[in-house]
């Protein structure tokens, strides 16, 4: 069965990095776009990045550029989500996306100082 277990989360400081990790199982990963979107409380879930197959091609959402960086490791079948430079307004539970339509339980991802 397909599952997507992120890992990473956590408390930092405003300015810290964190580094969260989407392990898949489950399907071909290669096949696959992989994505990271995040749902703070109140607010609609949204995306914030995404990579395609072969890791070709990454689009960001605008309040993430210059600071996060998405990429795949299809060796370990995990995407990686690289975020610098944290602000408060990052606080949220951050959801790893397989394109063929599955989700992971999420991690929290606390930026406060």
């Known amino acids: 069965q397909v599952q997507l277990v992120e890992s990473g989360g956590g408390l930092v400081q405003p300015g810290g990095s964190l580094r969260l990790s989407c392990a898949a199982s489950?399907?071909?990963?290669?096949?696959?776009?992989m994505s990271w979107y995040r749902q703070a409380p109140g607010k609609e879930r949204e995306l914030v990045a995404i990579?395609?197959?072969?890791?070709?091609?990454?689009h960001y959402a605008d309040s993430v550029k210059g600071r996060f960086t998405i990429s795949r490791d299809s060796a370990k079948n995990t995407v990686f989500l690289q975020m610098n430079s944290l602000k408060p307004e990052d606080t949220a539970i951050y959801y790893c996306?397989?394109?063929?339509?599955?989700w992971g339980q999420g991690t929290q991802v606390t930026v406060s100082s």
């Open positions: 996306h397989a394109s063929l339509g599955y």
């Open positions: 489950g399907f071909t990963f290669s096949r696959y776009a």
């Open positions: 990579i395609t197959t072969a890791g070709g091609s990454t």
